[in-house]
């Protein structure tokens, strides 16, 4: 029986090859977008859940309320040391200090090989391997990082370093000033990580290297490279140790006004929880599924109304197979025979297009993923359970309304609409397609101006054609040679020594006081580090006072329209006061720019100071002509190279690292578009399908009405409308879901466009058109077919 259902399944999938590509190219492309979002899904869900006792590791992290919350994955320094020192709630607690943009020299007979690691440095103490799963390959780790000057590598890191040979007990030079002994190599970490450090620095080494982050008794403020881990004994319930750090707040910040609170973040939690720089929130990862699900839904309601379409065509088949004895039973397993094949077929293309699109995907997410079946049970389960799955919910109802027929009914052919379905049916299948493309739709539209808009409005500040260039040097009078000798190259408009852009994921903020006041302002202040060439070079606006004197030290401020309001005074009122920041810097306000977005449009925008600070200056500020911008470019670089022959030249523009504030919704708006592209055409698919249903219903009534004087156009109004009133329906349902859906995503920016009607007509204009393309051709077809033939059955 099993061998005659293939036999027969083969052999109608070979006379209907409209049919079966039609089938297939929509199964294919639904099943692949759901193996890609389910390696995703897979992919994240595994980061960091291969550590031993893992629900005993956690996070220490702050969150800091003034006038409003916000929130931090680091703990002032000493917390870590003080905590281990006062309870016994932990097995292990570990301080890390992570560092970026570090350089790294190799130092030999041939002068040296320079690296600059953009992500890879920390200092660790030694518990940090007994709470993490990162096992050694060379080197003991109870006393690898003991010593002060020691560092541990990974193998990755070792073959980068030092080619073949034995790392253990080379030298590496930390920033052209410190070297360390590598006493360890670790194997290289798993990709499914969020630990990106591969080179650990002896935590007693940090005060050498910064001495205000080292201290033990630098509980004023937080860095947001300080990290505490901890692994809790077992038993030891969170909240009974987050009730024991609040005690640290009393005694050790008595008077902050910033009151800080100590939580405790599961390990679990650490990828996903973007309040703490987690790298993919699980409401991405469900939207994700969604449309995975969405996609394979649709394309199953393509397989339904193509198979009832082309009940009308086998239904003289289905009689005689009951005239000679077939069971109902057996023609519905038939049935789903022939989807099987479909779906499987499907399923192998959908394999070889995911295969393809990973690269790209990775590409998106830097990611590492891999998809092979063979080797990941997983996935190969959940590719079997998606072929099982596809193929009964494609093809049942089929199954069942064709195994149904009457054989003297099937074998007249007088099978009417209602008993392969009835188009009210196939039209609630059109209907959810529709709904789900014009979702898709509506929210590409509306991320893609929301991204359009953070990324090309007016922040108040020029982003454009301005180069951000480290500094490397310590010496004020050096970097003002510098700047000196960049003003001089041809293209070079404008130049600034700084810390930062106005715009920055980078930022100190800090306690103020006004004038002779003693308590601290309830609410932050924002410290731009800038020299007096900072409010031409970034364009902006003076609205009272002056600009701030070339200084070698903060001698005054200039500060902007937010903190004016915050202390109920006029732009004006504010000139001439005296503004103390973090406690000691002491300096008259001389002037108030315009209003300028300090960090990305997630964010409202904070008071702000800008003063010359120039131990703070880690950046050239360089506006350039990009006229000839290559030709400046290298100037830049070689005047930069020649001063610094021992560093490794970097530089980077503005715009480019203010597009790097949304990039998690730029990646989001790439898979939308996507996948809203696919909908689209596994839509049209089913729309194919449905004409060629009403097609095949109609071809008597079409050749009487032109028998009877219709026209082409008449006819082919006929097909329209029946669409029109669908689309109609469609969007009556879409509209609202997608409005709330987008509302919803908006509010996680402090400055969101507004949802407006025009988007919405944009979608329903858009797709009527896909549709019109879509059933033009079977429309056009059935209505220059010849009426006498179309009449000649009856």
């Known amino acids: ?469 480290p500094t490397v040097e310590e010496n004020l009078t050096t970097m003002r040679t510098m700047t000196d000798r960049f003003r001089k190259i041809p293209g070079v408009e404008k130049t600034s020594l700084c810390y930062g852009a106005p715009a920055s994921n980078s930022n100190w903020t800090t306690s103020m006081r006004i004038d002779d006041n003693t308590e601290e302002e309830v609410f932050k202040i924002n410290v731009k580090s800038a020299d007096n060439n900072y409010v031409s070079t970034f364009g902006l606006q003076l609205v009272a006072g002056r600009n701030i004197f070339p200084s070698d030290s903060a001698t005054e401020y200039i500060v902007n329209e937010t903190l004016a309001r915050k202390l109920n005074l006029t732009n004006d009122q504010l000139i001439g006061k005296m503004l103390t920041i973090n406690g000691r810097i002491k300096a008259p306000i001389v002037g108030v720019v315009k209003d300028f977005h300090d960090q990305s449009f997630h964010s409202d925008i904070n008071p702000v100071a800008i003063a010359s600070t120039p131990q703070s200056f880690n950046n050239y500020a360089v506006k350039i002509n990009m006229a000839d911008a290559k030709h400046t470019l290298a100037s830049l670089e070689k005047i930069w190279s020649q001063a610094n022959p021992d560093k490794v030249y970097q530089f980077e523009f503005l715009d480019e690292q203010i597009a790097s504030f949304y990039q998690t919704e730029q990646l989001m708006l790439k898979l939308i578009e996507s996948f809203a592209l696919i909908a689209i055409l596994i839509g049209c698919f089913g729309l194919y399908g449905l004409v060629s249903f009403i097609a095949a219903q109609k071809t008597k009534e079409i050749g009487i009405r032109k028998v009877l004087g219709g026209t082409i156009a008449h006819i082919l109004w006929m097909f329209g409308k029946e669409f029109s009133r669908l689309i109609l329906v469609a969007f009556v349902v879409a509209a609202p879901v997608a409005w709330w859906l987008m509302s919803a995503w908006l509010k996680d920016f402090k400055y969101p466009v507004k949802l407006s009607i025009w988007m919405f007509l944009v979608t329903i204009l858009a797709t009527a058109v896909i549709t019109g393309i879509t059933i033009s051709y079977q429309s056009i077809k059935s209505s220059l077919a010849n009426p006498v033939k179309s009449l000649r059955t009856d």
């Open 1 to 469: 029986m099993l061998k005659n259902h293939l036999h027969i399944a083969l052999r109608n999938l070979r006379r209907n090859k409209a049919y079966t590509f039609i089938n297939v190219a929509g199964l294919a492309l639904s099943m692949a977008c759901g193996i890609l979002i389910f390696t995703m899904v897979k992919y994240h869900n595994g980061f960091d859940n291969f550590h031993a006792d893992s629900d005993r590791i956690y996070r220490v992290v702050t969150e800091q309320h003034r006038d409003a919350v916000s929130y931090t994955n680091s703990v002032p320094t000493p917390l870590g040391k003080q905590f281990r020192q006062d309870y016994t709630y932990a097995e292990k607690v570990a301080r890390v200090a992570r560092f970026n943009n570090l350089l790294i020299t190799i130092k030999n007979s041939g002068g040296g090989k320079k690296f600059m690691e953009e992500h890879s440095v920390g200092f660790v103490e030694g518990g940090y391997f007994d709470i993490f799963n990162f096992p050694f390959a060379m080197g003991n780790k109870q006393t690898a990082l003991a010593e002060p000057n020691t560092v541990v590598i990974t193998e990755q890191m070792a073959k980068k370093y030092f080619g073949n040979e034995d790392p253990l007990n080379k030298i590496i030079t930390l920033e052209n000033s410190i070297d360390f002994k590598v006493t360890g190599i670790l194997k290289d970490l798993p990709v499914n990580t969020d630990n990106n450090t591969q080179v650990y620095l002896s935590y007693p080494t940090l005060k050498t290297f910064n001495s205000w982050l080292g201290s033990d008794d630098a509980w004023g403020g937080i860095n947001s490279g300080m990290e505490c881990f901890v692994k809790l004994l077992p038993n030891v319930p969170p909240y009974q140790v987050e009730n024991a750090l609040q005690t640290y707040v009393k005694k050790f910040r008595p008077r902050a006004k910033n009151v800080h609170h100590y939580k405790l973040q599961p390990l679990s939690d650490i990828h996903f929880n973007a309040r703490y720089d987690g790298v993919m929130e699980k409401k991405n990862l469900w939207v994700l599924t969604c449309i995975a699900l969405f996609l394979i839904v649709t394309a199953c309601i393509n397989f339904i109304n193509l198979a009832t379409a082309q009940a009308m065509n086998r239904s003289k088949e289905i009689g005689i197979r009951k005239v000679l004895g077939s069971l109902r039973g057996q023609l519905f397993w038939q049935f789903i025979t022939e989807t099987f094949f479909i779906t499987l077929i499907a399923a192998i293309a959908a394999i070889g297009l995911s295969y393809l699109a990973l690269p790209v995907v990775n590409n998106w997410f830097r990611s590492q993923m891999n998809l092979n079946p063979l080797s990941d049970p997983i996935l190969l389960g959940f590719i079997g359970a998606l072929i099982v799955v596809v193929t009964f919910f494609a093809g049942s109802y089929p199954g069942l309304i064709l195994s149904g027929f009457k054989p003297i009914v099937a074998l007249k052919n007088k099978i009417t609409q209602t008993q392969v379905g009835g188009l009210n049916t196939r039209r609630s299948l059109i209907v959810t397609q529709f709904a789900i493309s014009q979702v898709l739709i509506i929210g590409m539209i509306v991320i893609g101006l929301q991204m359009h808009y953070a990324t090309n409005s007016d922040m108040g500040f020029a982003k454009d054609a301005i180069v951000m260039i």
